[in-house]
């Protein structure tokens, strides 16, 4: 019997039943819609990370200090001996706080960091207009301020702030610049809402005299590693332990948190393909169902001289197809999910995989194979003469 024939034979069957092929394809449609969709949302969120480190580059490092008290303080000028040696190019220590900003009758809380005039290199920000900050602006402890564009717009709306002052914990600072939308940075700060400071400044307004973080930025990639144990070998030197400090390879942290995104994308696309399975036993329940209905008409057809493979080959095409139709129905929904989730979800974006599709949809047609086997075989080894007796 040509294959076509018993396509046709299937078509026929399932459109007999329409309600109860649809209720089958319901596990595989879900399985497929379930994995593409979940996959999609994984490797959107892997560019995301990929999108939000890859201004700063590999060879950036975040020393972190995790203790308190005299002990455990970076000194400036100590710290910035280390520039131009051992592979570092840019230090740019930080004090940050949260603050109210106030501008004629506006107030807002914003975080205030303190730093230097490498910091905008160092995180691969541009100036939107005005200056950044400059070193004669660290000598004199001038009072001047860079304004991301968050806190640009709550104040000044379209107008340019260069120019104009803002009071800071009590303190007037000139404007002298404002960023680029730039987003967050490796600690997960937003430059876009922070006022940026001189450090020398900062310390004395906000009587702060700790450096808690520092970005230090390598030479190159290849001296990232050379960097990190000069660095190792200053912190140890001054604190003498490992235990009150941190430092954090912006390559390694992209790594760990695309590992941890991957990891748990492929926990719920395991999860997603239960659903597969357990279509695929609905598919085989139905199909003994459909074996035990159809048993006088596989003994009449066996009488008139259809072979086993016949009846085997009718039973596993009706199989695949109903799991193929869901399974291409799964990838429909699963695509158009993806494609909307992002208007649902504006915070999650999606990447769409073609080749996960593709496998989606033939896992699917290799269940309704592997799943229908079992009652084909049984309908192709019923003897003629007891299916013709079957009520």
């Known amino acids: 019997m040509r294959i076509w024939e018993l396509f046709q034979m299937a078509m026929a069957t399932i459109r007999s039943n329409p309600l109860r092929t649809v209720l089958t394809m319901l596990g595989v449609i879900i399985g497929v819609a379930s994995v593409i969709t979940l996959v999609s949302i994984g490797q959107g969120t892997s560019k995301a990370i990929e999108k939000q480190y890859e201004g700063l580059g590999t060879n950036l490092l975040t020393v972190t200090l995790l203790g308190n008290g005299r002990a455990t303080q970076l000194n400036y000028d100590d710290l910035m001996t280390l520039e131009g040696t051992a592979g570092i190019a840019t230090i740019a220590p930080t004090m940050t706080q949260n603050s109210s900003i106030k501008y004629d009758r506006t107030t807002e809380s914003y975080n205030v960091i303190g730093t230097n005039d490498r910091y905008l290199?160092?995180?691969?920000?541009?100036?939107?207009?005005?200056?950044?900050?400059?070193?004669?602006?660290?000598?004199?402890?001038?009072?001047?301020?860079?304004?991301?564009?968050?806190v640009a717009t709550k104040f000044f709306?379209?107008?340019?702030?260069?120019?104009?002052?803002?009071?800071?914990?009590?303190?007037?600072?000139t404007i002298i610049g404002v960023l680029q939308t730039k987003g967050s940075n490796t600690s997960g700060t937003s430059l876009d809402s922070s006022v940026l400071v001189p450090l020398p400044t900062m310390s004395r307004d906000f009587k702060l005299g700790?450096?808690?973080?520092?970005?230090?930025?390598?030479?190159?990639?290849?001296?990232?590693?050379?960097?990190?144990?000069?660095?190792?070998?200053?912190?140890?030197?001054?604190?003498?332990?490992?235990?009150?400090y941190n430092i954090l390879n912006s390559s390694e942290l992209i790594s760990a948190r695309q590992s941890a995104s991957s990891t748990l994308t492929n926990q719920l696309v395991a999860v997603a393909a239960i659903s597969l399975l357990v279509g695929g036993i609905g598919i085989m329940n139905i199909m003994l169902v459909?074996?035990?209905?159809?048993?006088?008409?596989?003994?009449?057809?066996?009488?008139?001289?259809?072979?086993?493979?016949?009846?085997?080959?009718?039973?596993?095409?009706?199989?695949?197809?109903?799991?193929?139709?869901?399974?291409?129905?799964?990838?429909?929904?699963?695509?158009?999910?993806?494609?909307?989730?992002?208007?649902?979800?504006p915070s999650?974006?999606?990447?769409?995989?073609?080749?996960?599709?593709?496998?989606?949809?033939?896992?699917?047609?290799?269940?309704?194979?592997?799943?229908?086997?079992?009652?084909?075989?049984?309908?192709?080894?019923?003897?003629?003469?007891?299916?013709?007796?079957?009520?």
Request: hydrophobic fraction near 45%.
């Open 121 to 150: 290199d160092v995180q691969k920000g541009k100036m939107a207009s005005g200056r950044f900050l400059a070193e004669a602006d660290l000598d004199y402890r001038n009072h001047v301020a860079v304004i991301g564009t968050e």
């Open 157 to 173: 709306g379209k107008d340019d702030p260069v120019g104009e002052e803002i009071n800071v914990k009590g303190y007037m600072y």
């Open 210 to 244: 700790s450096i808690r973080t520092a970005y230090v930025e390598a030479s190159s990639g290849d001296l990232v590693a050379r960097a990190q144990v000069a660095l190792e070998a200053y912190l140890y030197q001054k604190f003498k332990s490992t235990s009150g």
């Open 290 to 345: 459909t074996v035990s209905e159809r048993t006088r008409e596989i003994g009449i057809r066996k009488s008139i001289g259809a072979k086993r493979r016949n009846i085997l080959l009718q039973f596993l095409v009706e199989a695949t197809l109903i799991s193929g139709m869901g399974g291409l129905i799964g990838l429909i929904v699963g695509i158009s999910l993806s494609l909307a989730w992002p208007y649902i979800n």
């Open 348 to 391: 999650q974006q999606t990447s769409l995989s073609l080749n996960i599709g593709l496998y989606a949809f033939l896992f699917s047609a290799l269940v309704g194979v592997i799943f229908g086997l079992y009652p084909a075989n049984k309908a192709s080894k019923l003897k003629p003469i007891d299916a013709l007796r079957f009520d």
